[in-house]
């Protein structure tokens, strides 16, 4: 159920994958992506592993946001293996090869997601791909 909209729910699914991706349990293919992102990501272990899942990670508080910062690599995963808007999976692998680093071009790359998004938000429409891949154009 990775499409909740129940940060809680999702959180949960984060700390359930790495916890048993730790215990070296079987994990399903979703589990897999996801533990495969907080594995990326060694400076979110603590906010994954903690108890307390509730954490707000507001702008004003200076702290990122480690489940939107994975979640964004989730989303891009998604849309390279899907090469949807038309034309990602080309982007991002010349990306990635240039940077000579798949995981610095989703860096790159989720930056242009996340402000496309955060657009989207606050014009309250849907994201334009063709702007979207304008800007990830121009980081190659």
Known sequence: MIFSGD?????????????????????????????????????????????DLTEDYRPEGGVSNPFLHMGLHLGLRDQVATDRPAGIRALFERLASSLGDAHAA????????????????????????????ERLRRLC
Do not use: F
Not at 18 to 32: D, G, I, N, V, Y
Not at 114 to 133: I, T
């Open 7 to 51: 940060r809680d729910v999702l959180r949960r699914m984060y700390k359930k994958a790495w916890a048993k991706k730790q215990a070296r349990q079987p994990l399903t293919a979703l589990e897999e992506q996801i533990a495969r992102v907080v594995e990326q990501h060694p400076e979110y272990h603590d906010a994954v592993e903690s108890g």
């Open 106 to 133: 989703e860096h790159a790359m989720i930056e242009c997601l996340a402000e496309m998004l955060w657009e989207a938000q606050k014009n309250n429409r849907p994201p334009d791909e063709k702007v979207y891949l």
